[in-house]
């Protein structure tokens, strides 16, 4: 079964850090880019981050620019996202979701939207 | 990075269409042909229904087409049934690399 399923979340302190995982099934996950999207309570979707399939490359939204660092490990099938100096407007519901890709000239290209998400696992941050 | 632009909300009548707008700049919208667009039932996960402006994945109705022009694309839904109540986002690459979203459309079947 193809899926995507996210844990790590829960209650923390504000300047505090969290590490979320999203665990990959059914498919080849290292072949893969990967994104982190987020969603606030009652609000709109929020892009985080995308890692390459190799984890070489990685892009952060401004918002957690050298707070959050996304990383992978192929071997486990699993993507992470360790959140650090955590703040109250990071508070939402984190959803790991996958990029399509083609294979051009044998280098893979991302194709830009996302088309597997997971189910999502909520982050709060509050004293 | 500046969300783009959607409309709060867009109803209609069953059977009807209804189009929302999503506007961004040339450095998203107008500059790739990356545009999506995403509908999320309460409590649900986003679901893909369009994406690169105007193609439709496997299993979704062609009732749902996607179009673009300039900095501003739009979904159109038509012959509108009541399981198309949702929120909808679009979505777009853009220069820096990233991605960006709409603030997300209510729609509402009357």
């Known amino acids: 079964q193809v899926q995507l399923v996210e844990s790590g979340g829960g209650v923390v302190q504000p300047g505090r850090s969290l590490r979320l995982s999203c665990a990959a099934s059914?498919?080849?996950?290292?072949?893969?880019?990967m994104h982190w999207v987020r969603q606030a309570p009652g609000k709109g979707l929020d892009w985080v981050t995308i890692i390459s399939y190799d984890g070489n490359n990685k892009y952060y939204a401004d918002s957690v620019k050298g707070r959050f660092t996304v990383s992978r490990d192929n071997s486990k099938n699993t993507l992470y996202l360790q959140m650090n100096s955590l703040r109250a407007e990071d508070t939402a519901l984190y959803y790991c979701?996958?990029?399509?890709?083609?294979?051009?000239?044998?280098?893979?290209?991302?194709?830009?939207?996302?088309?597997?998400w997971g189910q999502g696992t909520l982050v709060t941050v509050s004293s | 990075q500046s969300a783009l632009t959607q409309p709060a909300s867009v109803s209609g009548s069953p059977g009807q269409s209804i189009t929302i707008s999503c506007t961004g700049t040339s450095s998203d919208v107008g500059g790739y042909d990356s545009v999506s667009w995403y509908h999320q039932h309460p409590g649900k996960a986003p679901k893909l229904m369009i994406y690169?402006?105007?193609n439709r994945p496997s299993g979704v109705s062609n009732r749902f087409s996607g179009s673009k022009s300039g900095n501003t694309a739009s979904l159109t839904i038509s012959g509108l049934q009541a399981e198309d109540e949702a929120d909808y986002y679009c979505s777009s690459y853009t220069s820096r690399s990233t991605l960006v979203f709409g603030g997300g459309t209510k729609v509402t079947v009357l």
């Open positions: 059914g498919f080849t996950f290292s072949n893969f880019p």
């Open positions: 979701a996958r990029a399509p890709f083609r294979m051009i000239r044998g280098v893979i290209t991302i194709i830009h939207h996302f088309d597997l």
């Open positions: 690169d402006v105007s």
